[in-house]
Nanobody, 127 residues
Framework: QVHLVESGGDSVQAGGSLKLSCVVSGTPYSTYCMAWFRQAPGKEREGVAHMFTDGGSAFYADSVKGRFTISRDNAKNTFDLQMDYLKPEDTAMYYC????????????????????WGRGMQVTVSS
């Protein structure tokens, strides 16, 4: 089974930064689409950013463009989300997700495409 373990969730003041990391283990697959989702209280889970195995293209939700950066290190099986200039509206539970063999080289992905999920971690941004 594929396991995703996230780390880095914390509380931070508006304008601050956090780095979320996701470590992938137990995978028999050679290619993945990796994504970060988030869910705020009372809202549906939404895509934050995603990237295919090759790391050639990164896609971001409009709400985080210019502030968040994703990267992956396939040798270390890590997938990171660097969050800068955080805003209170970024407060949510953040989830790492993986979709084996999904070539996500398009701008949009949906939750149902991802079969493996981390447990999630809370990010709280205060004003």
């Amino acid at each position: 089974q594929v396991h995703l373990v996230e780390s880095g969730g914390d509380s931070v003041q508006a304008g601050g930064s956090l780095k979320l990391s996701c470590v992938v283990s137990g995978t028999p697959y050679s290619t993945y689409c990796m994504a970060w989702f988030r869910q705020a209280p009372g809202k549906e889970r939404e895509g934050v950013a995603h990237m295919f195995t090759d790391g050639g293209s990164a896609f971001y939700a409009d709400s985080v463009k210019g502030r968040f950066t994703i990267s992956r290190d396939n040798a270390k099986n890590t997938f990171d989300l660097q969050m800068d200039y955080l805003k209170p509206e970024d407060t949510a539970m953040y989830y790492c997700a993986a979709a084996p063999n999904l070539v996500c080289t398009a701008a949009t992905v949906t939750e149902d495409l991802f079969g493996y999920w981390g447990r999630g971690m809370q990010v709280t941004v205060s004003s």
